[in-house]
DNA sequence: ACAAGCCATGGACGATATCGACCGTAAGAT
DNA sequence: ATCTTACGGTCGATATCGTCCATGGCTTGT
């Protein structure tokens, strides 16, 4: 994890479709070694995977929702359950076990308040919850799946430091 | 917008690195008609990119800290000035303007609460923020870039209707 | 019956990915 | 002062894909 690393990594983040060539030349090496570096990268599992990103208005799901759960179980096999239930709608897009009031934020994709409705029956049926609270987006300002890269370590594995 | 496409953009979303052909044959049809319409996909705009994500414990930002934001400040020039400067803040993953109690929701990635708070004071510092409030996340169960398809529309453009 | 739309097949061209081999160099270690 | 290691650069060979023809066949709507 060097300065280089963190540039490709960067770039790639933003354009899984830049061949090794352009994304060489963007961070001043040759194709070979810049293609030896990705590899690497990904062997050691910088990158997870690579994925496409769709249109949120074009597949009818422009809404987001954030729901905030509560609960009155607090073991580890209604957690299980609950996670697992969860994973199950394709609705959810993320899940998260909170510190504080809340005990469970999630965020929902849905095309419209009355799909969210339903969304909401489908799972207060399957789930018990002692309190459920939703919020709506009225709008998205920002939305990245690109991780801030100025925080990796330098993890001197070989010996990669450029001055 | 049939069955067909909604596999293939189901498949895409999961994994941007299978070839047409692999996509071709999970979806029972041959590898130039497959290929044709994951063009069109991209051409109408229902993929909007590839991109690689990276893992968050890698790069060493694990945490994830959701801040709910109150302003007194409700004109449009204060939005833009405060989207523009959020926009620059790579720690900043996803900012949503609100219904409700709470103006500003946003998720922010950092390694650790120091960083966290290195992070909220550079923010109040930069924006007049009336209220802030931040809760950590202990546990990320589930996160995903796929969006649900099964809301998208037939849109019968050409003519398109299998069985 | 006819036309339109979609599929399958096959093939061709070129870009790229994917290596392997070899050399040069700079920094660290002994 | 060497020896070693860890890069990077270059060259080159394969092979896989993407990309895009052209053709023919099947089904469906009018």
């Not at 062997?43 to 496409?52: F, P």
């Not at 609950?82 to 959810?92: D, T």
Request: glycine residues 4%; charged residues 30%; contains cysteine.
């Amino acid at each position: 994890m060097d300065d280089i690393d963190r540039k490709i990594l960067g770039l790639l983040q933003k354009d899984a479709t830049l061949s090794t060539a352009e994304i060489a030349e963007a961070v001043g090496l040759s194709t070979t070694p810049c293609w030896r570096r990705i590899q690497i990268l990904e062997q050691e599992g910088y990158i997870t995977r690579r994925v496409a990103l769709v249109d949120r208005n074009k597949v009818n799901v422009p809404l987001d929702v954030f729901v905030a759960v509560r609960t009155n179980e607090h073991n580890w096999d209604w957690l299980d359950e609950f996670a697992r239930l969860i994973c199950e709608f394709p609705e959810v897009v993320e899940l998260y076990r909170m510190s504080g009031e809340i005990d469970y934020l999630m965020r929902v994709v849905v095309p419209d308040m009355a799909a969210y409705d339903a969304f909401y029956k489908k799972l207060i049926s399957k789930v018990q919850l002692s309190d459920v609270s939703s919020s709506f987006a009225m709008e998205r300002i920002k939305y990245t799946t690109a991780l801030p890269l100025d925080y990796a370590l330098e993890e001197t594995r070989g010996r990669r430091r450029r001055s």
